[in-house]
């Protein structure tokens, strides 16, 4: 069974970190790259970050570049999401993504083929 398992969120005060993870099930990642979304209230699902299967090259929106970080452990099969500094704008529920290209319209939610199930991230004081 093909499937993207995220954990590692939770509540936070700003300023604090959090280490979100996406662990592949039934398929490996050596052959798709994985995209971070984000999903506030009342909001649109929004691509924020993406890891190529190819070469390992990253992508960030520039909300969160400097402050997010992604990266993969192959024998892990899984994906980071590395959340530094963070803001109360930042709370939204977190989903990654598999896809069969290296990051192509890696914001396009209908560019990936599974998805996770989400993890909640909060930030507040």
């Known amino acids: 069974q093909v499937q993207l398992v995220e954990s590692g969120g939770g509540s936070v005060q700003p300023g604090e970190s959090l280490k979100l993870s996406c662990a592949a099930s039934g398929f490996t990642l050596d052959w798709y790259s994985i995209g971070w979304f984000r999903q506030a209230p009342g909001k649109e699902r929004e691509g924020i970050s993406c890891i190529s299967f190819s070469d390992g090259v990253t992508y960030y929106v520039n909300d969160v570049k400097g402050r997010f970080t992604t990266s993969r452990d192959k024998a892990l099969n899984t994906v980071f999401l590395q959340v530094d500094s963070l803001k109360p704008e930042d709370t939204a529920v977190y989903y990654c993504?598999?896809?069969?290209?290296?990051?192509?319209?890696?914001?396009?939610?209908?560019?990936?083929?599974?998805w996770g199930q989400g993890t909640q991230v909060s930030v507040s004081s």
């Open positions: 993504a598999a896809q069969t290209y290296g990051c192509a319209g890696w914001r396009e939610t209908t560019e990936y083929d599974f």
